[in-house]
């Protein structure tokens, strides 16, 4: 129940933000890119963003990593509805992979078919 309501708090927070949010948080999410650079994928490797908000990060990851495949998961529908829109618009559904998790508890295997990741983040 409690991820039920965590859900529909985080839905109604980034209803209306998630249309501005990455250019609003530029400003005081530093280390962003600094954090991609440094992910280092083995080649094939999987890499998890947990919170994944608009994909902002997933996409510059899929652009600086090009043999990985990621992984992206977050609790509120509306912010993974414009990160879908993103992925798709980037071209990267191929290598982008979406789904709406409680970071508290999901399973790799369920979500994504698969074991776990070479990587995981959490900006």
């Given at each position: 129940m409690a991820e039920?309501?965590?859900?529909a708090l985080m839905d109604r927070l980034y209803r209306r933000q998630r249309h501005f949010y990455d250019v609003t948080r530029k400003y005081y999410l530093l280390g962003r890119d600094r954090l991609i650079?440094?992910?280092a994928p083995p080649p094939g490797g999987r890499v998890l963003e947990i919170g994944c908000g608009t994909a902002r990060n997933l996409v510059a990851a899929a652009h600086a990593w090009p043999e990985a495949r990621f992984y992206g998961i977050d609790i509120s529908a509306e912010m993974l509805a414009t990160a879908r829109r993103v992925v798709e618009r980037a071209g990267l559904a191929r290598r982008i992979e979406l789904a709406r998790a409680d970071a508290t508890a999901f399973d790799p295997a369920w979500l994504f078919?698969?074991?776990g990741f070479s990587r995981i983040v959490f900006s």
């Amino acid at each position: 129940m409690a991820e039920v309501a965590a859900a529909a708090l985080m839905d109604r927070l980034y209803r209306r933000q998630r249309h501005f949010y990455d250019v609003t948080r530029k400003y005081y999410l530093l280390g962003r890119d600094r954090l991609i650079e440094g992910l280092a994928p083995p080649p094939g490797g999987r890499v998890l963003e947990i919170g994944c908000g608009t994909a902002r990060n997933l996409v510059a990851a899929a652009h600086a990593w090009p043999e990985a495949r990621f992984y992206g998961i977050d609790i509120s529908a509306e912010m993974l509805a414009t990160a879908r829109r993103v992925v798709e618009r980037a071209g990267l559904a191929r290598r982008i992979e979406l789904a709406r998790a409680d970071a508290t508890a999901f399973d790799p295997a369920w979500l994504f078919g698969v074991p776990g990741f070479s990587r995981i983040v959490f900006s």
